[in-house]
């Protein structure tokens, strides 16, 4: 297969994810800002820098593959991320508790769409010399580590929310 041929699915697959990524920036900024938890709060600061440089990076990539980035969908993602804050969440006047559980799901869905990013650039580093596989393998990690703390407020947030009681290490301590 020559590069035109490969290019196309490249391009395509390549501002697919960095369309997801505007979004997922735009989310973590936004859940960073409205968390009531200071220390959560603190933690989703740095995980929106994070996904914001991950994002960068992708650009940065797709500018060494000569890959065109389509301005156009950075907006489709910007604009998604704000179209979902409209789901009916059980209540009209505050935010409810349930909005945090299904915005972490949906960036626990982007941070693991990035992770499998990372996974597909390895592979495609192996052949084109363009592409830093350091590099590529230091995103990947980075993104396994934003999964396991995504995953692990995942399992104390589903708690609290289904179930009505805090969860974690504060909430065991509490415990008679």
């Known amino acids: 297969m020559s590069r035109q041929q490969i290019a196309r699915p490249l391009n395509i697959y390549l501002n697919d994810h960095l369309t ?14 409205s ?7 603190a933690d989703l600061r740095r995980l929106a820098r994070e996904i914001a440089q991950d994002r960068d990076d992708l650009v940065r990539i797709m500018n060494r593959l000569g890959v065109p980035v389509r301005h156009y969908r950075t907006w489709l993602g910007v604009a ?7 789901k009916p969440n059980g209540t009209l006047v505050r935010r409810p508790p349930l909005s945090d559980l ?9 941070v693991e769409g990035k992770a499998a990013l990372w ?12 592409l830093d596989a350091a590099a590529v393998d230091r995103l990947a990690d ?14 104390e947030t589903s708690t609290e929310v289904l179930v009505g009681h805090p969860r974690g290490p504060a909430a065991h301590s509490a415990r008679p």
Do not use: K
Not at 20 to 29: E, Q, V
Not at 121 to 128: G, I, P
């Open 119 to 130: 996974r597909a650039l390895r592979s495609v580093a192996e052949d084109d010399p363009r």
């Open 20 to 33: 997801g990524a505007f979004g997922g920036a735009a989310l973590a900024r936004r859940m960073a800002g």
């Open 142 to 155: 980075r993104a396994r580590a934003q999964a396991d703390l995504l995953n692990g407020w995942h399992r």
């Open 102 to 110: 299904v915005e972490l799901e949906a960036m626990r869905t982007g």
């Open 35 to 41: 968390h009531p938890d200071p220390r959560r709060a």
């Open 80 to 86: 998604g991320e704000r179209i979902g804050r409209l």
